[in-house]
């Protein structure tokens, strides 16, 4: 069917040109212009979820937007890529993080370490099982952790290795030490 829907729509362009009699090369000119008008349409609807992506975290990091604060619950709606983001001050210093259950302990960036002014204790890495394999990170404390009006002093966290990536993940060492947490809809809950 797609292809009949596609022979239809070449026939109703090129019955559109020899109608208006063009000498050949203006013609053609059209032609490529309209394929090439297409081709961006095409390649931007491919990668419509990563655009979305780009644009959510961009528009996180301009509007600082961490959530809505309801007294001392934390309430965070869900991004288009699908994940919960959340502003978390570190030693004052404003850090993006992401949400992530899945991940046991929460993972600093190796740059957001060094602009945090948190530097790895001293000690062998630590193995961690990751979707990606095992990697080594260090361990690290930060005195003084806030989400919204939560408040974590002396926080373990790890730090992670060159390559691994600039997400920060706030994971269960955080949440573990809520009094509960829950998503209900899209809006993950956070309670102190």
């Known amino acids: 069917m797609t292809f009949v829907w596609g022979i239809g729509a070449l026939a109703l362009v090129g019955s559109s040109l020899i109608a208006q009699k063009l000498p050949l090369g203006k013609a053609l000119k059209m032609v490529?212009?309209?394929?090439?008008?297409?081709?961006?349409a095409f390649v931007l609807f491919l990668f419509q979820d990563e655009g979305r992506a780009i644009w959510q975290r961009a528009t996180t990091e301009l509007s600082g937007d961490s959530g809505q604060i309801d007294g001392t619950t934390l309430r965070l709606k869900r991004q288009d890529d699908g994940?919960?983001?959340?502003?978390?001050?570190?030693?004052?210093?404003?850090?993006?993080?992401?949400?992530?259950?899945?991940?046991?302990?929460?993972?600093?960036?190796?740059?957001?370490?060094?602009?945090?002014?948190?530097?790895?204790?001293?000690?062998f890495p630590?193995?961690?099982?990751?979707?990606?394999?095992?990697?080594?990170?260090?361990?690290?404390?930060?005195e003084s952790f806030a989400v919204g009006s939560i408040v974590q002093r002396n926080a373990q966290v790890l730090i992670g290795s060159e390559g691994l990536g600039e997400t920060n993940l706030l994971g269960m060492s955080f949440l573990s030490s809520l009094k509960g947490w829950r998503v209900e809809g899209s809006t993950l809950i956070l309670e102190p």
């Not at 004052?92 to 957001?112: E, H, K, P, R, W």
């Not at 099982?129 to 361990?139: F, I, S, Y």
Request: no cysteine; glycine share 10%; proline share 1%.
């Open 32 to 40: 490529l212009a309209w394929l090439g008008i297409f081709g961006v």
């Open 83 to 123: 994940h919960y983001w959340v502003r978390a001050s570190l030693n004052g210093t404003v850090v993006l993080f992401m949400i992530d259950s899945g991940a046991t302990t929460t993972t600093l960036s190796q740059a957001s370490a060094r602009a945090v002014g948190v530097k790895p204790a001293a000690g």
């Open 126 to 142: 630590v193995l961690v099982e990751t979707a990606n394999g095992t990697v080594e990170l260090q361990r690290a404390e930060v």
